[in-house]
């Protein structure tokens, strides 16, 4: 499997996403502000996979922490927790995974624990949150094969391989077991404008994994599928809105309205740390926003005019009408989503 992202005893070692496929560079972060700007830039992207590093990140500074007593060594936590939660605003698996980083810490400070006994805990649960996450691929992978079907032509947009987790993938996870049951022909993976994920990380991954891949970039995808060459959709997300409604790499609305109007189902894969059943709707996820020079330029090449204002959403929102199904590690949900969604955590 992929080394997207470890913890060595003096730092987080992640692979340097936005370097792929040209270069495979390993950024080692020994301080969490290391860590948080290493999200914010991209070296590491992927909703669980940022959520992985934000732990990591935060275990990593308190372990450096010079506190002598429980009272600032919680001042520092504090101020770590805040850090991972202004890198990037719309994968809930951030704000989850250090939503699960207070509460062991909260339960060790009730238990009267000493800063060392913390600083193990808080080791201890994001190395839990990389294992987890690692499992709950492979799971989404076995529940999401049998909906693929045999000699199935897929498609998919962005990264949401093991690249973007902790390892596997999600809807790529859903790919590989698919393909090791001898069920998929191919993939078509998006290109993925502007910061081309697509091209650069999900065709990395299905190539070395020896799946057959073609590249293509988004507006080609709506007359594959006019002519009968899509048997398949399944894309990750960066947060499920309770209704089930999702954010996911800008661009997924539109391949999701040419599946429907190509009768192509369409899946979403994402653990449970991706379903956030505090937001109501798709309008109430915070869509981030990224510089304009992601789309004024390719690489160092410039291809639009300064003078030009620039949109650059890094997200959008597919409605659940348009959804098929929600691939999770516990199992599909279908709509009605709202119920469906709601069970899984009861
Ligand atoms: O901006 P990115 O690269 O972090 O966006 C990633 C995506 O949109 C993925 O599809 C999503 O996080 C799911 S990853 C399993």
Redesign the pocket.
Known sequence: MLPTIERQPDAVVMID?RKLPAQEVYVHCKTANEVAKAIKT?VI??????GVAAAYGIALGMQKSKAQGTREFAVEFNKLCELMAGT?P??V?LFWAIGQMKKVFAAGVQAGESVEELKARLNAEAQKIHDDDVAS?QAMGRFGAEVVPPNARILT?????AL??AGY????GVIRAAAEQGKVQGVFADE?RP?L?GAR?TAWELVRDHIPTTVITESMAGPLMRDGKIDFIV????RIAANGDF????G?YTVAMMAKAHGVPFYV??PLS?IDLNTPDGGAIPI?E?NRREVTHVGSTQVAPDAASVWNP??DVTPHALVSGIITERGICRAPFDQSLAALFR
């Open positions: 996403q991209m992207r992927g909703a669980p996979a940022i990037r719309t994968a698996n691929c947009h962005c990264n949401a391989g973007a987790t993938g999600t809807a790529l993925t910061f994920q990380l894309v990750g997300a960066d954010a996911n790499k800008i997924t894969a994402a991706t981030e990224r890094a997200f």
